[in-house]
């Protein structure tokens, strides 16, 4: 089974609007982490956000905030005020306690249109 | 300025030929990792490293080989056995391994060709 889901292959979205990056998850750890990455065309993943799995609150980083619903195991990111340097390859992720690496799931591309 | 550096960008192989990615960090972390990323797909591991001189298979190893001789550096070959080697391959590295809230910092990548 895939540990991460990501439905939407490519979102669009209207300059100065917001927009939410589907993301669920599978994993029957009770302490994992979930992150989510952008990847401009340069080709470098950014970090944009972290969830821990027993935080109370969701994460917030300036305009980007993560939706996190732990009963339905998903993690949206939610983007407000696009601009359009938000154009771009967003990726979420897992680690698990005790793994070694991220999973990653499959990614949105993201185009923000002026 | 403190990061990762993957080099070069674009990197053509020939048949038979074996081909090394270089990957260089002064972020003074201790574990390192190597991806491959192929369109339409996510990141796949393929091999990580904890500490000098120690490194463990990901999940698509087969046909690639590390080395962790200095903290800084885990260079990556493809050799001639991986028979689909054209990706985008990235480097990334982390403070430790252990815990949920380890983010990865990643390089730049490279691309890599088969002619």
């Known amino acids: 089974a895939q540990k991460i889901t990501q439905t939407q292959p490519g979102m669009f979205v209207q300059e100065k609007e917001a927009v939410t990056l589907d993301c669920t998850y599978d994993?029957?750890?009770?302490?994992?982490?979930l992150f989510w990455y952008k990847q401009p065309s340069s080709g470098e993943m950014i970090f944009l956000i972290y969830?821990?799995?027993?935080?109370?609150q969701n994460a917030t980083e300036g305009r980007y905030s993560l939706n996190f619903q732990k009963a339905r195991k998903s993690a949206n990111l939610v983007i407000s005020a696009s601009q359009l340097g938000d154009s771009a390859m967003y990726f979420c992720?897992?680690?698990?306690?005790?793994?070694?690496?991220?999973?990653f799931g499959t990614g949105t591309r993201l185009t923000v249109i002026p | 300025d403190g990061g990762i550096t993957q080099s070069p960008k674009y990197l053509f192989r020939k048949e038979g030929q074996n081909v090394t990615l270089s990957c260089e960090q002064n972020?003074?972390?201790?574990?390192m990792y190597w991806y491959r990323q192929d369109p339409g797909q996510g990141l796949r591991l393929i091999y990580y490293?904890?500490?000098?001189?120690?490194?463990q298979k990901g999940d698509i190893a087969e046909g690639y080989s590390v080395s962790r001789e200095k903290k800084e550096s885990f260079p990556l070959t493809v050799t001639s056995a991986q028979k689909n080697p054209t990706a985008f391959y990235l480097c990334?590295?982390?403070?430790?391994?252990?815990?949920?809230?380890?983010?990865?910092?990643f390089g730049s990548g490279t691309q890599l060709s088969v002619l």
């Open positions: 969830q821990g799995s027993y935080d109370q």
């Open positions: 972020l003074n972390h201790d574990a």
């Open positions: 992720a897992m680690r698990e306690s005790g793994a070694n690496n991220l999973f």
């Open positions: 490293s904890q500490i000098v001189n120690d490194f």
């Open positions: 990334a590295s982390s403070i430790g391994i252990r815990t949920t809230n380890e983010k990865l910092f």
């Open positions: 994993t029957s750890d009770p302490s994992y982490g």
